[in-house]
């Protein structure tokens, strides 16, 4: 059975960061591109970041705009998000999402393992 468990939400300040994580089990970790996407209430869901199956490729929405950092530990089956200078408007509930072999345009119906989420408050 596979499992998306993601952790490392929380309150934070507009401006301060927050590190994300997602420790996959149940599934080949090495194949799959993962990505985090979030929604916020009563907004579509939006992929903000993807990592490539092969771990050198990296894809960020448009509004990212330097502020997050995506990464991979195959080793421990964990993606990561860093997110810095976070915004009011960042806050949301964040999903990871994983895609065996996967492509990091691929839009979020594609995904086909989901984790329950962590929530993310930016308070301004």
């Known amino acids: 059975q596979v499992q998306l468990v993601e952790s490392g939400g929380g309150l934070v300040q507009a401006g301060g960061s927050l590190r994300l994580s997602c420790t996959a089990s149940?599934?080949?970790?090495?194949?799959?591109?993962m990505a985090w996407v979030r929604q916020a209430p009563g907004k579509e869901r939006e992929i903000v970041a993807a990592v490539r199956w092969s771990g050198f490729v990296t894809r960020y929405a448009d509004f990212v705009d330097g502020r997050f950092t995506i990464s991979r530990d195959d080793a421990e089956n964990t993606v990561f998000l860093d997110m810095y200078s976070l915004k009011a408007e960042d806050s949301a509930t964040y999903y990871c999402?994983?895609?065996?072999?996967?492509?990091?345009?691929?839009?979020?119906?594609?995904?086909?393992?989901w984790g329950r989420g962590t929530q993310v408050t930016v308070s301004s």
């Open positions: 999402a994983a895609n065996e072999y996967g492509n990091t345009a691929s839009s979020a119906d594609e995904y086909t393992h």
């Open positions: 149940g599934l080949t970790f090495s194949s799959y591109t």
